[in-house]
């Protein structure tokens, strides 16, 4: 079971451009522009969801976590799956999750929620000749 800490939601900010979008202030080019790479993650690591796009409305959204983490190495700045998120917050100390909604149909995406996972330990480095 994972620990969340230092939780961001970004609801009210979603809300705002959806608004902005809706009243034409905001043309649908300018937030429908996921990348391929995002894409491709939303294909193979999202989670999908019953909510549908909010823009296109042809689609359900689905959930994309993306992990950033110094303790992580190789693997910060990779997409993964819930179930991944698990076992790499029981095996490293600290990392960062974020997680994206994408539309596979027209390209939408926004940033939902940010969080902090690991054990919350951090490792003790050794001393070196210099200190």
């Known amino acids: 079971m994972r620990t969340q800490r230092q939780v ?5 900010q979603r809300r705002a451009l959806l608004a902005d979008v809706h009243a034409g202030r ?6 429908c522009d996921a ?5 491709r993650a ?3 690591h999202g989670e999908q969801t019953d909510q549908t796009c909010p823009v296109c409305r ?3 959204l689905t959930l994309v976590s993306w992990i950033f983490g110094d303790s992580l190495k190789h693997a910060s700045g ?3 799956k819930p179930a991944e998120l698990d076992e790499l917050a029981e095996r490293y100390d600290d990392f960062s999750v974020y997680v994206v909604e994408v539309c596979r ?6 940033l939902v929620l940010s969080y902090a996972l690991g054990t919350g330990t951090t490792t003790k480095r050794r ?3 210099a200190e």
């Open 58 to 60: 042809k689609e359900n």
């Open 35 to 39: 990348s391929p790479y995002l894409l």
């Open 42 to 44: 939303a294909r193979f």
């Open 26 to 31: 905001v043309g649908t080019a300018s937030v």
């Open 8 to 12: 961001v939601d970004y609801a009210l």
């Open 127 to 129: 001393r070196t000749a």
């Open 78 to 80: 990779s997409a993964r």
């Open 105 to 110: 149909t027209c390209s939408w995406n926004h």
